[in-house]
C-alpha cells in the first residue's frame, strides 16, 4: 500500500505497491498499468518513496516535495479527479478544462468571500488571480494585465469571462457599497461577451466554442477602484471562415442563432431557408451540435444588443446583413463564355437585402472590370475566379460588420481620460491541423510571441534580478525560443520574405516557398519537407508544425476588387454603405506604386505583427498574471485524463521550469525603503539598527532565523511568497491589536461624552416642564378673567348701539328728502341750457356755409388766372432754353478741341516724368535688393536698423494718395479671425502714407478702403426721371453702393466722390427686369418715378435684382444681417499671406509710439497703430498667425524644380521664372543662383486644380500649357516639351492630393447633426444660421469644390461653365430670383441642365435647397413652395452622395415633423418616395417630366405599336424600360410566350433597341433634344416603340396578338424591300395582305398606296459610306423573319461584289402594272379567312433561312473570306454569314464554339472561335451586334438553367 515513484519507459510514473510475492513486487501506477519488478533490480536509480506532499496533492506545486515533471502532472490529475480543476504555481494559475459544469464552483457567494481574502488564503481560483490584480492596482496604483493562454480547447474564454465577471462585480461593491449587481459599464462589459463570441466564436475540431479572433480587454480604473471604462481590441478575426470550413466543423455561431431564433414570418422577409440548403453552412457537414444551444444563443445576443443599447433599426440591420452574407454563399455560377449566373433568383434576394443593383451585382461576380489608358475593360471570370470574387465578397461584408460591432460595444464603455488598467489577453491558442494556412501561421506566431514574453517575465528577468543583486543563486535551464522568433520576424526572416513577395507585381506562393528554402535551409528552427511539397515547417516551442504556402500571398495582400468595393460603396442600404464609406482597395497594381503620392498600404501580416508588437509593447507597462489553461484530452470528454497529452502541454509551456523557479526563487522582492515602509509595525517596540540593509536584516531574522525564505541584496529584500504571507500576516495582527486598542480608548471617550450630554439634556428638559406646567395654570387663570370681562362690555355695547342705531336712522330719511329736490331742480335747468345752445350752433353753420361758397368762387378764380401765366412763363422758358443750348454746343466743341490739344501735351508731359520716375524707381529697388542681401548676410539687425531708418524720415499723412491704392484685388476666403482696425499703413520704398481698415485672419492680413459695411457696390449706368421724358440722352455711367435701406449714385468709386443721387428703397414700387435688354432694370418709385439701371452682364444684373429684392422684403434687423453676412468679402484692396511674411518687428520710436513693420521677400510694408498697445497686439496678433500657419503648412522638401514660362494673358506675355515645388506649393525666381530672393509664391490646399499639358503653337514655337487654379486666381504656365509639362502636373497633383481636406463649416454641421440628439440638432440649427434660408447672396459654396473648371461639363457638353465654384455661387444667387422670376421653367431648366452636367455640383446644389427650404415661418409661401419643387426636380433627377444623402432624407423627416399640414408638405413627401427610387440618369429632365413634377403627378406618354395604333402607359421618374415591357406583355397576353420583346426609339424607318435598365424618362427627354436638334428622318417624329426582339421559337405562339405583330414585323420588311424573291411571290404577299385586311375583294376596291403592301424601290449600285451620319442613328435591326440591312435590296439578282447595295423608285407605269397584279390575286383568293391568309403569308416568309435571325450589313476586313461584303445574322440558336443577295450560308458559329466576342474600336467587331480563330467586321453598328448577341447569350443560359 505504500505510495512509490516507480521509473518505467523512460519516465516516473506514480504508483502503489500492490502485493510482494516470491522476490516480485507488483506495482498498479494511477494511470491503470500493472508493473513488475524483481526486489533484487529494486534501486534508487529505479524506484522512490513518494514524499507525503505528492500522495494527496497541494494547492501550490512549488510547495511539492518530489520535484519532477511526473510529480507536477500527478498533482494536476489528482485534483482534477476531484473536481479541483485550479492549481497554483506561486502566482501562476494551472486552470485544466473539465469539460462540463461543476456546481457551486462561480456563485456570486464566492466572489464575496475571494474578494476578503489574498492570494494563498483560499483554495486556488481564477477569482483569487482576478482579486490580486484588482487589489495591486488599487494599492500600489500600478496597471495589472492577466495573460490567459494555452492550446485551442482549454478553456481561454471562460477563464476570461470570469475574470470579467469578477471584477464588474467587486468594482460597483467599490463604488457604492451596494449589492453585487452591475452598473452601466459593468454591464456592458459581461454582455459583450455573447456578442463576440456569437459573432467571433466557432465549433472547431478540438472545440466547441473556439474564438477565431484574439481579443485584450482593457478595463480602466478610478482612484477608488471602480470601473470607469475600458476598451477591446480585436486581432486577426479568421474571415476563410465564412466561405469554407475544415470538416466537421461549423461556421461562426451567430449564423446558426440567427436561424434558430427567427420566427417563419422574419425568416420568409430575409429569405432563409434551414441552415442545410446554405452552402456556407453544410459544406462542412457539421451543421447540428448536441453541446450548443443556438435558440438560447440567439436570445443572450439580442439581450446584450439591448444592453448595449442597439437601436431596434441597427439590429435588424445587422440581420439582415448576416442574411445576405448567407444568400451570397448561395450564389453559383454555370459556364457560358466564362462565368454566369445560374439562378438568377438568389441574386435578386441578395439585392434587395443588400440594396444593390442586381446587374451590377451580376457583372461584379462575373466580370472584372478594370481602367485601361482611361478606358475601362471587362474581363469575363471563370468559374473558380468568379466563386473568389463572390467569397472576397462576403468576407469583407462580415469582416467590416464584425469590426462595427467591437466599434459599437468600444463607444459604449470608452473613457477620455487616462487612468490605470486591468487588462485581460483571450488569444487565439496553439493549433496543429491535417493542412495548417495563412491564419495558423499568425495564430502560432503570436503565441510564439506570448510564450517569448512568459519566459522573459519568468525566467530571464528572474534570474537577472538575482545576479545583479548578488543572490546566491543556481541558474536553472529552460526552453528559450527566441531563435524561433528570429526566424519568423527578423530582418529577412519569414514575415518580411511574406511582405517582400507581395509587394512584387509577378510573386506567387511558389517562389516565396523558393525564397523561403534559399534563405533558411540552414536554420535548424526552419523545417524543408523531404518530399517535394508546397510546404515549410517551423520547430514551434510547443512542437514541429507544417505549413501549406497555397493562397499565402492572396491572404496577406487582402486584395478586393475596386469594382466590388465600388458596388458596394453604391449601395442603397444605409447600414452597409456605412461600413464601406471610406474603405479604399487594397488591390493596386503593383507595377504603379512607384507613381502613386503614398505609400502601398501594408500587408496583412505586416499589420498583424505591427499589432502585436504594440500589445507586447502595452502588456511590458503592467504588473503581469498568467493563466496557464491545460486541455485534459483532444475528445472534449469530462473526467478524462491523458497524461501524455497533459505531459507535452507542461512541457513546452516550461511549467517544470516554472515550479522549479517559484520553488527555489524568490517571487517577492522589495527595496530596503519599501520592505521597512511596509513592516515596520513589527519593530515598534524593538532595539533595531540603524541602517535600513541591517533593519531589514534584523526583522527577518526574527521571524525566520535560519535564513531559509529570505535573503538580503544590494538594494532589496528578496522573499519566498510564504514568509511574505506570514510576516503580512503578522503585520494585520499587530495593526489590528493597536486598532483595537485606539477604538477602545475612543469609543469609551466617546460613551462618557455621550453620558455628560444626556444628563444635562434631561436637567433641561425637567427645568423646562416644571416651568411649562407654571405657565399652564397662570394662562387659564388670565383667560377666565378675561372671559368674564368680555360678557360685561358686550352687554353695556349692546345697549348704546340701539340708541345711536334709531338716531341715524332719522338723519339718513331727511338727508334723502333734500337730495331728491335738488335734483329736480337741476334736471329742469339742464333743459334749459340745452336748447340755447342748439339755437346758437344753428346760427354759427349757416353763417360758416355762405363764407365757403364766397372763398371757393375766389380760388377758382384764382388758379385760371395762375394756369395762364406758368403756361406762357413754360412756353418762353423753352424757347430762351433751346436757343442757350445752342449757343452751348458752340461753346463746348470750341472747348473740348482745345482741351484736347492740352491733354496731348500733358500726356507727352506725363510719359517724359513717368520714364524718369521709373528710372530712380529702379535704382532704388536695386539699393533695396543690395541692403536686403546684406542685411541676410549681416543678421537682422542691420535690416531692422535699416527700416527704422527709412520709417523715421516718413510722416503720416491721411490725404495722401499712393499708388499702392491701384494693386489688383485679391479676395480672400479666409477664415475670419475677429482683430481688426484703422491702420495707417506704407508699401514699398517711394509710396506715401494712408490709413486703411486692417483685418487679419487666419491665412492673410487684408485692408480696406474703409470699414465694410455695404451690401453691394459697383457701376451701373442710370436713365432716370418721369416715364414719358426718358430719353437716351440722360444715360451717366456712376458708382453705385447699397447701403442699408438706401441705394446711392456717386460720379465715381473714389473716397469722398460727390452723391449724385439716391433711392429709398422701402418707396420702390415695382422692381422688374427690362424686356428689351438683358442686361437691364427697371425701379419705379412712390412718385411715379422711373429709373432705368443698365449693368455690364446678365450675371452682374441678376446680382443687383437679387440685392434690392431681398433689402425689399427684409426689416432692418434682416438688412443689418445681410450686411454682416457680406462683410470682408471681394472688397479687399489688398492682402498679405502668411506665408509671404517673414518677420514682424516693433519701432522704439519716441514720435511715432504705435509703430511696426512687417518685412516680406519683396517689400516692406510700414505701420502706425493709434497706440503702444495697439501696436503691439497687432505684433503679437500676427506673430501668433504666422507661427500657427508655419506648423500647419510645413512642408518636407522640394518635391520638384526647374524652368518655367509663366503665361500673362492680359498682357500677352510671357515671363520665365526658375520654379520650385514644394509640399505647401510652389516658389519663383529670377535664377536657381538667386533662391534667397523669391518673387513670388503659390500656396496649395486640397481643392486647388491643374489641368493639362495641351499643345499650345507661340508664334512659331510648339509649346506645352498646363493650368493651375488656387484660390481666386488662376495660373498658366508652359515648357517645350510635353515629358516636363506631364512631371509639373503629376507632381502638382501628388503635391494637392497630400494636402488634408477642407471641411467647410456647412460640412462639419452636417456630420455633427448626424450623431446628435433633438435637442442638440435644434440648438445647432439655432446658433448656425449658414443651416437656414437667406436671401442674401454668396460670395463662396457652401461645401469645399474645387477652384476649377469641371472638365466632363466643358469638354464634352461645350456649355461653357466656369470654374466650379463660380458656378455654385451662380445658382444659389440665381435660385434667389425664383420667387420673382418670369419664367421660373427655365430656370429650372437650365440649373438641372448644370446639375447634370457637373456632377462636382450635386452635392453643393441639394445643400442650398436645403438652407433654402429651412424657413421658420410661412411654410407655403411663393417662395418656399417653389424652392420645394426645385428640390423635387433634384430627388426625381439624381439622388446626392450617400452623406449627403442621410442629411436630405433627414430634413424631409424633419421638415415633415414642422409642417405637416400644408401644401410644402406634399411636395416633402414626393421627395422622400422620388429619393428613395431614384436611378442613375443620362439625361436631365424634360420640360414634360419637369410640369409633371411640379403637380407630383406621374407622366403621361403614348407606346406605339404597327398601324400606328398606341396604348397609354404612366410612368414616373425611377420607372425603366423593361417594366414597361412587362406591363405591355401582361397586358396583351404575353405575359406565356417564349419569344423576347423589347421597346424601340422609332422615327420613320429608324430604330433602335431600348436597353432594359435604360430610364423612360430619359428617353423622353432625349427625344426633347432631338425635336430641338433636327435629329430624325425627315417630318416623322419620334415614337417609342414595342416589338419583337429576338425570337426563341417562331412556331410557338402564344396568343393572337403575338401572331399579329410577328404578322405585322414581316409585312414591314417585306414592304421595305428586305425580302429577296421573284416578282410573283411578292405580289401574292400583297394579296394575302389585302384579304387578311379586308377580306374578299369588293367591287370599286383600289390600291390608293401600293407602298403599303408592295416593296416600290429597285436595287442600284452606289458606293458605301459608312461614316454616314444618319446611318449612325439608325438600327439595322429587322427584329423578325427578316434582317433590317435587307433594307438596301428588292431583287433577288446577285449584286456585284465591289459595289454596296442602294434603293430607287419605281416607275408610275410599273407601279399600274403591280397594283393590277395584286388585284387579279386578290380576286382568286375569295372565300379565303384571315388565320388562313396570315398563315400562307408567314410560311412564305419561313422560306428564307434566316427567319428568325436579326440581319447586319457588315464588311469582313479580317477572317479568311472570299467575298468582303456579307449579312451577319443573329440568331438565338447560332450567328450566320451570308453573302449579300444570297441564301447560301458562307459559315455558321454555334455560339458553344466562340471563345470571345467583343468591339475592337468603334466601326469593328471581333468573333473569336476555338481561341485560333477570329473574324473582324466592319461596321457601324458595332454596339447593337454586341448588345444583341449578349441578350442571345443570356436567354441561352437562363433556358439551359430551367431546363437543368
Not at 506495482?27 to 500522495?55: Q, W
Not at 435588424?316 to 433568383?345: K, R
Not at 395762364?868 to 445752342?886: C, F, P, S, T, W
Not at 403637380?1495 to 395604333?1509: D, E, M, V
Amino acid at each position: 500500500g505504500a505510495h512509490v515513484w516507480i521509473y518505467d519507459n523512460q519516465k516516473w510514473l506514480p504508483a502503489i505497491v500492490s502485493e510482494t510475492v516470491g522476490g516480485i513486487i507488483t506495482f498498479e501506477t494511477s494511470y491503470g498499468e500493472m508493473i513488475t519488478e524483481a526486489v533484487v533490480d529494486c534501486n534508487r536509480d529505479k524506484l522512490v518513496p513518494m514524499h507525503s506532499s505528492s500522495i494527496d496533492g497541494v494547492d501550490d506545486m512549488a510547495t511539492l516535495g518530489d520535484l519532477h515533471e511526473a510529480s507536477v502532472l500527478y498533482n494536476l490529475k489528482i485534483r482534477y479527479s476531484t473536481n479541483q480543476i485550479y492549481t497554483y504555481v506561486g502566482s501562476i494559475l494551472v486552470s485544466v478544462n473539465p469539460y462540463k459544469e461543476i456546481p457551486g464552483l462561480y456563485t456570486p457567494d464566492l466572489i464575496g468571500l475571494y474578494r476578503r481574502m489574498r492570494l494563498g488564503d483560499l483554495p486556488p481560483h481564477v477569482f483569487a488571480v482576478a482579486n490580486e490584480m484588482y487589489h495591486f492596482l488599487v494599492e500600489n496604483n500600478q496597471s495589472q494585465c492577466a495573460i490567459v493562454s494555452g492550446e485551442s480547447g482549454a478553456g481561454k474564454t471562460e477563464a476570461t469571462k470570469y475574470i470579467l465577471n469578477y471584477l464588474t462585480s467587486v468594482s460597483y461593491k467599490a463604488s457604492d457599497g451596494s449589492p453585487l449587481t452591475e452598473g452601466i459599464v459593468e454591464r456592458v462589459l459581461v454582455e459583450s461577451s455573447p456578442i463576440l463570441e456569437a459573432f467571433g466564436n466557432a465549433k472547431t475540431i478540438h472545440n466547441n466554442n473556439s474564438s477565431r479572433f484574439g481579443k485584450f480587454i482593457l478595463i480602466h480604473f478610478d482612484s477608488s477602484g471602480s470601473i470607469v471604462g475600458g476598451k477591446i481590441t480585436d486581432y486577426l478575426l479568421e474571415k476563410n471562415r465564412i466561405a469554407r470550413q475544415n470538416a466537421g466543423e461549423r461556421n461562426y455561431h451567430i449564423f446558426y442563432n440567427l436561424l434558430a431564433g427567427l420566427n417563419d414570418d422574419e425568416k420568409q422577409a430575409l429569405y432563409l431557408k434551414d441552415a442545410s440548403q446554405f452552402h456556407y453552412l453544410s459544406q462542412s457537414g457539421c451543421i447540428q451540435d448536441d453541446t450548443i444551444d443556438d435558440l438560447e444563443g440567439y436570445k443572450a445576443v439580442m439581450s446584450a444588443m439591448q444592453v448595449m443599447s442597439f437601436k431596434d433599426d441597427e439590429i435588424n440591420d445587422i440581420l439582415q446583413l448576416i442574411a445576405g452574407v448567407l444568400l451570397i454563399g448561395n450564389t453559383t455560377f454555370v459556364t457560358s463564355g466564362g462565368a454566369q449566373i445560374e439562378d438568377e433568383s438568389v441574386v435578386w434576394q441578395v439585392a434587395e437585402l443588400l440594396g444593390l443593383d442586381p446587374y451590377e451585382f451580376t457583372i461584379a461576380l462575373t466580370q472584372k472590370q478594370m481602367n485601361l489608358r482611361g478606358e475601362q475593360i471587362s474581363t469575363p471570370l471563370d468559374v473558380q475566379q468568379a466563386e473568389d470574387s463572390r467569397d472576397s465578397m462576403a468576407m469583407s461584408i462580415y469582416r467590416h460588420c464584425f469590426r462595427y460591432i467591437i466599434s459599437r460595444i468600444n463607444s459604449r464603455i470608452s473613457v477620455s481620460t487616462d487612468h490605470k488598467s486591468i487588462g485581460v489577453l483571450d488569444i487565439f491558442g496553439f493549433e496543429n491541423f491535417k493542412v495548417n494556412r495563412f491564419e495558423q501561421f499568425n495564430i502560432n506566431y503570436a503565441n510564439e510571441k506570448l510564450q517569448s514574453y512568459f519566459n522573459k517575465h519568468i525566467f530571464s528577468l528572474e534570474q537577472y534580478e538575482y545576479n545583479r543583486e548578488g543572490i546566491e543563486w543556481t541558474d536553472i535551464n529552460w526552453t528559450d525560443n527566441s531563435e524561433c522568433l528570429d526566424l519568423i520576424e527578423r530582418r529577412v526572416g519569414i514575415i518580411a520574405l511574406i511582405d517582400e513577395e507581395c509587394r512584387f507585381p509577378k510573386g506567387t506562393d511558389e517562389t516565396l516557398l523558393s525564397k523561403l528554402y534559399t534563405a533558411h535551409s540552414g536554420n535548424r528552427y526552419f523545417i524543408k519537407p523531404k518530399v517535394n511539397q508546397a510546404k515549410f515547417g517551423v520547430k514551434h516551442y510547443a512542437g514541429d508544425i507544417f505549413y501549406d504556402v497555397e493562397k499565402f500571398l492572396d491572404k496577406s495582400r487582402d486584395t478586393f476588387r475596386s469594382d466590388i468595393l465600388a458596388l458596394l460603396q453604391n449601395s442603397s442600404f444605409d447600414f452597409l454603405y456605412d461600413l464601406f464609406e471610406h474603405v479604399t482597395s487594397s488591390n493596386t497594381d503593383p507595377k504603379a506604386i512607384s507613381g502613386n503620392r503614398g505609400r502601398k498600404a501594408a500587408t496583412v501580416v505586416i499589420q498583424f505583427r505591427d499589432s502585436l508588437l504594440s500589445l507586447m509593447e502595452t502588456l511590458g507597462k503592467a504588473n503581469p498574471f498568467f493563466i496557464r489553461c491545460i486541455k485534459p484530452n483532444s475528445m472534449k470528454m469530462s473526467d478524462n485524463f491523458i497524461p501524455e497529452l497533459v505531459e507535452d502541454q507542461l512541457r513546452y509551456s516550461g511549467m517544470l521550469e516554472t515550479v522549479k523557479i517559484r520553488r527555489v526563487g524568490y517571487p517577492v522582492r522589495r527595496t530596503f525603503g519599501e520592505f521597512i515602509s511596509r513592516f515596520h509595525p513589527l519593530l515598534a517596540s524593538k532595539d533595531v539598527p540603524s541602517k535600513p540593509a541591517n533593519k531589514c536584516k534584523f526583522l527577518l531574522e526574527m521571524f525566520n532565523p535560519n535564513h531559509q525564505y529570505w535573503q538580503i541584496g544590494k538594494t532589496k529584500v528578496f522573499m519566498k511568497e510564504q514568509l511574505t504571507l506570514d510576516l503580512e500576516k503578522y503585520r494585520m495582527d499587530k495593526l489590528n491589536k493597536v486598532a483595537t486598542l485606539l477604538s477602545s480608548n475612543i469609543r469609551g471617550y466617546l460613551a462618557r461624552k455621550w453620558y455628560n450630554k444626556v444628563r444635562s439634556s434631561a436637567v433641561r428638559v425637567q427645568a423646562q416642564f416644571r416651568a411649562y406646567n407654571c405657565r399652564k395654570v397662570f394662562k387659564k387663570i388670565v383667560q377666565a378673567s378675561i372671559t368674564i370681562q368680555k360678557y360685561e362690555k358686550g352687554r353695556r355695547a349692546r345697549i348704546v348701539f340701539q340708541e345711536l342705531l334709531q338716531i341715524k336712522k332719522l338723519e339718513e330719511e331727511k338727508k334723502r328728502e333734500e337730495e331728491r329736490l335738488a335734483a329736480e331742480r337741476k334736471r329742469r335747468e339742464l333743459e334749459r341750457l340745452e336748447q340755447e345752445r342748439k339755437l346758437k350752433e344753428f346760427e354759427e353753420l349757416k353763417l360758416k356755409l355762405e363764407e365757403e361758397e364766397r372763398l371757393k368762387k375766389e380760388h377758382e378764380e384764382n388758379e385760371r388766372r395762375k394756369l395762364e401765366e406758368e403756361i406762357m412763363m413754360e412756353l418762353q422758358r423753352i424757347k430762351e432754353k433751346e436757343e442757350a443750348r445752342k449757343a452751348a454746343m458752340l461753346a463746348k466743341k470750341k472747348i473740348e478741341e482745345e482741351a484736347e490739344r492740352k491733354k496731348q501735351l500733358e500726356r507727352e508731359k506725363e510719359m517724359q516724368l513717368a520714364e524718369e520716375e521709373r528710372r530712380k524707381q529702379q535704382e532704388k529697388e536695386l539699393e533695396y535688393q543690395k541692403r536686403m542681401s546684406d542685411a541676410n548676410q549681416q543678421g537682422d539687425g542691420d535690416l531692422y536698423s535699416y527700416v527704422l531708418e527709412r520709417f523715421e524720415s516718413e510722416e503720416v499723412s491721411d490725404d495722401e494718395e499712393s499708388e499702392y491704392d491701384e494693386i489688383n484685388i485679391k479676395e480672400s476666403t479666409s477664415e475670419y479671425l475677429g482683430y481688426e482696425g484703422y491702420l495707417s499703413m506704407k508699401a514699398g520704398m517711394m509710396n506715401n502714407w494712408k490709413k486703411r481698415w486692417a483685418v487679419l485672419t487666419f491665412d492673410n492680413l487684408m485692408w480696406f478702403r474703409n470699414k465694410q459695411t455695404v451690401l453691394k457696390s459697383g457701376w451701373l449706368t442710370i436713365r432716370g426721371g418721369p416715364a414719358a421724358t426718358i430719353t437716351k440722352k440722360q444715360s451717366r455711367s456712376r458708382w453705385f453702393v447699397l447701403k442699408d435701406n438706401v441705394l446711392k449714385y456717386k460720379e465715381s468709386d473714389q473716397d469722398g466722390s460727390r452723391t449724385v443721387g439716391k433711392i429709398e428703397i422701402k418707396s420702390v414700387t415695382k422692381l422688374e427686369r427690362d424686356p428689351t435688354s438683358d442686361n437691364s432694370l427697371i425701379i419705379t418709385t412712390k412718385a411715379n418715378k422711373a429709373f432705368y439701371f443698365s449693368a455690364d452682364s446678365y450675371e452682374d444684373c441678376s446680382q443687383w435684382l437679387a440685392s434690392l429684392h431681398s433689402v425689399m422684403a427684409a426689416d432692418t434687423f434682416e438688412v443689418r444681417k445681410m450686411a454682416d453676412e457680406t462683410s470682408y468679402l471681394n472688397s479687399a484692396l489688398d492682402a498679405l499671406d502668411m506665408d509671404e511674411i517673414t518677420s514682424v518687428y516693433s519701432h522704439s520710436i519716441a514720435s511715432k509710439p504705435g509703430s511696426f513693420a512687417i518685412i516680406t521677400s519683396e517689400r516692406i510694408y510700414n505701420f502706425v497703430a493709434d497706440s503702444s498697445q495697439l501696436m503691439e497686439e497687432w505684433v503679437s496678433n500676427i506673430q501668433k498667425v504666422k507661427e500657427s500657419h508655419q506648423l500647419n503648412h510645413t512642408g518636407s522638401g522640394s518635391e520638384g524644380k526647374g524652368w518655367l514660362y509663366r503665361e500673362m494673358p492680359n498682357q500677352g506675355t510671357k515671363k520665365k521664372y526658375w520654379a520650385i515645388l514644394t509640399s505647401n506649393g510652389m516658389e519663383f525666381y529670377k535664377n536657381p543662383e538667386k533662391e534667397k530672393l523669391r518673387l513670388q509664391s503659390l500656396v496649395f490646399n486640397s481643392l486647388c486644380s491643374v489641368y493639362g499639358p495641351e499643345e499650345k503653337v507661340v508664334g512659331d514655337n510648339v509649346l506645352w500649357a498646363f493650368t493651375v487654379y488656387v484660390r481666386r486666381q488662376v495660373h498658366h504656365f508652359l515648357t517645350k516639351f510635353q515629358e516636363d509639362s506631364m512631371a509639373w502636373v503629376n507632381s502638382i497633383q501628388r503635391v494637392i492630393d497630400n494636402k488634408p481636406r477642407l471641411i467647410m463649416p456647412t460640412e462639419r454641421l452636417i456630420n455633427k447633426i448626424r450623431d446628435s440628439t433633438d435637442e442638440q440638432i435644434q440648438e445647432i440649427y439655432r446658433i448656425n444660421p449658414i443651416l437656414n434660408y437667406s436671401n442674401t447672396l454668396i460670395k463662396t459654396p457652401l461645401l469645399a469644390l474645387s477652384y476649377g473648371k469641371s472638365i466632363t461639363a466643358n469638354d464634352k457638353k461645350k456649355r461653357n461653365y466656369g470654374t466650379i465654384a463660380e458656378e455654385a455661387v451662380k445658382t444659389f444667387n440665381s435660385l434667389l430670383t425664383s420667387e420673382t422670376v418670369g419664367d421660373y421653367l427655365a430656370l429650372i431648366q437650365n440649373q438641372l441642365q448644370k446639375f447634370h452636367d457637373i456632377p462636382e455640383l450635386r452635392d453643393e446644389i441639394y445643400c442650398q435647397v436645403i438652407k433654402q427650404t429651412n424657413i421658420e415661418n410661412h411654410p407655403d409661401s411663393i417662395g418656399n413652395l417653389r424652392y420645394w419643387q426645385f428640390l423635387a426636380c433634384l430627388c426625381c433627377t439624381r439622388a446626392p452622395s450617400r452623406k449627403y444623402q442621410y442629411y436630405l432624407k433627414f430634413h424631409l423627416q424633419r421638415s415633415l415633423k414642422r409642417y405637416p399640414q400644408t401644401e410644402a408638405a406634399k411636395f416633402m413627401e414626393f421627395c422622400v418616395t422620388s429619393c428613395s427610387k431614384t436611378k442613375p440618369r443620362e439625361y436631365p429632365p424634360s420640360k414634360g417630366e419637369i410640369i409633371a413634377i411640379l403637380g407630383r403627378r406621374p407622366i403621361l406618354t403614348h407606346i406605339f405599336t404597327y398601324h400606328n395604333s398606341s396604348v397609354k402607359a404612366f410612368i414616373d421618374s425611377s420607372i425603366v424600360a423593361d417594366e414597361v415591357v412587362q406591363r405591355l406583355r401582361l397586358g396583351l397576353g404575353l405575359s406565356n410566350t417564349k419569344n423576347c420583346y423589347a421597346l424601340f426609339e422609332k422615327c420613320g424607318s429608324i430604330y433602335r433597341a431600348i436597353d432594359g435598365r435604360t430610364v423612360m424618362t430619359d428617353i423622353i427627354a432625349k427625344f426633347e433634344i432631338y425635336r430641338n436638334r433636327g435629329i430624325g428622318e425627315g417630318t416623322n417624329r419620334w415614337q417609342i416603340f414595342f416589338k419583337p426582339y429576338c425570337y426563341i421559337d417562331v412556331k410557338s405562339i402564344s396568343c393572337i396578338a403575338e401572331e399579329y405583330l410577328i404578322f405585322e414585323q414581316a409585312h414591314e420588311s417585306v414592304i421595305n424591300g428586305y425580302f429577296l424573291n421573284s416578282e410573283p411571290t411578292l405580289v401574292r404577299l400583297a394579296a394575302l395582305h389585302q384579304q387578311f385586311n379586308y377580306g374578299d375583294y369588293f367591287a370599286g376596291a383600289w390600291i390608293s398606296n401600293l407602298e403599303e403592301i408592295y416593296p416600290v424601290k429597285k436595287a442600284v449600285d452606289v458606293p458605301i459610306k459608312i461614316e454616314d451620319h444618319l446611318s449612325k442613328l439608325k438600327s439595322s435591326h429587322g427584329f423578325g423573319s427578316l434582317g433590317a440591312s435587307f433594307r438596301k435590296q428588292s431583287k433577288i439578282n446577285k449584286p456585284d461584289e465591289n459595289v454596296n447595295i442602294n434603293f430607287q423608285e419605281m416607275k408610275e407605269d410599273e407601279k399600274s402594272a403591280i397594283k393590277s397584279s395584286i388585284i387579279e390575286k386578290w380576286k382568286q383568293l375569295k372565300g379565303m379567312s384571315e388565320d388562313t391568309a396570315l398563315q400562307q403569308y408567314m410560311d412564305i416568309i419561313r422560306t428564307w433561312p434566316g427567319s428568325s435571325a436579326t440581319v447586319f450589313d457588315v464588311k469582313v476586313i479580317g477572317g479568311g473570306f472570299a467575298v468582303t461584303k456579307v449579312w451577319l445574322a443573329i440568331g438565338y440558336d447560332n450567328i450566320t454569314i451570308y453573302k449579300r443577295g444570297e441564301s447560301v450560308a458562307l459559315s455558321t458559329m454555334e455560339y458553344s464554339g466562340i471563345s470571345w466576342s467583343g468591339i475592337e474600336s468603334n466601326n469593328q467587331y471581333m468573333i473569336t472561335i476555338d481561341k485560333n480563330k477570329s473574324i473582324t467586321f466592319e461596321t457601324t453598328q458595332v454596339a447593337e451586334i454586341a448588345k444583341l448577341i449578349k441578350v442571345c447569350r443570356e436567354l441561352r443560359r437562363k433556358r439551359t438553367s430551367q431546363l437543368m
